[in-house]
């Protein structure tokens, strides 16, 4: 089993690819980062269903963590080992739910936000936007200081997300971040394995 040295999830966003959204999931999990997001929020629980069982199945042959999103019920059923989730959905959890993942993230906005996700039993979490990104247009991003109050305040891994590139990737990681959440740059790069070089520690 490869364990990844990349401290880099990978979120997805299948409409931004330049060719076949499969094709390109091969490319990143080949190059190990620390993780998928299946985070494709326009599918239906069945549409959702069957594109998690595919990135499943190329995410286990390379030994790449997939973090199903949102979809409690579809991940429990795929025997997903790990989901990541927005807070609202995070808090109507039952233990029960919870027992089946090793690993359960949250989307996290504030400091609040953080050691709520923490103390609804997360294993990490993910902190942002820090930097302006085309996602959220118009929107300032919250910035090192508020990535900084959060990594401060909780036991967990905190991932940053939002902006992040090349050139302010070593700011995330002096901060306190474990790492960062990549979209639009690993959903569009022709070879992920030096994409992720490019952000290396």
């Not at 997360?122 to 247009?137: L, M, N, Q, S, V």
């Not at 997300?161 to 990681?173: D, E, K, P, S, V």
């Not at 790069?189 to 070089?197: G, K, R, V």
Request: charge should be neutral; hydrophobic fraction near 40%; proline fraction near 3%.
């Amino acid at each position: 089993m490869i364990i990844s040295m990349s401290d880099i999830l990978c979120i997805t966003n299948r409409s931004l690819c330049n060719q076949d959204f499969y094709q390109q999931i091969e490319l990143i999990v080949k190059a190990h980062p620390a993780g998928i997001v299946l985070r494709e929020k326009d599918l239906s629980e069945t549409e959702y269903r069957d594109l998690a069982q595919k990135v499943m199945k190329i995410c286990k042959v390379h030994a790449v963590p997939c973090m199903l999103h949102s979809f409690v019920n579809i991940a429990i059923e795929l025997q997903a080992d790990a989901i990541h989730l927005p807070l609202p959905i995070l808090r109507d959890m039952t233990k029960e739910q919870k027992s089946y993942f090793t690993k359960i993230g949250a989307s996290c906005h504030s400091v609040a936000d953080a050691l709520e996700a923490q103390t609804l039993g997360c294993t990490y979490i993910t902190a942002g936007h820090i930097f302006a990104t085309d996602c959220k247009k118009g929107l300032p991003g919250r910035g090192i200081d508020f990535l900084q109050s959060v990594c401060q305040s909780v036991s967990i891994p905190v991932y940053a997300i939002g902006g992040i590139n090349g050139q302010n990737i070593a700011a995330i990681r002096h901060a306190g971040a474990d790492g960062a959440c990549i979209m639009s740059g690993l959903m569009q790069c022709e070879n992920p394995q030096a994409y992720l070089h490019t952000l290396s520690k």
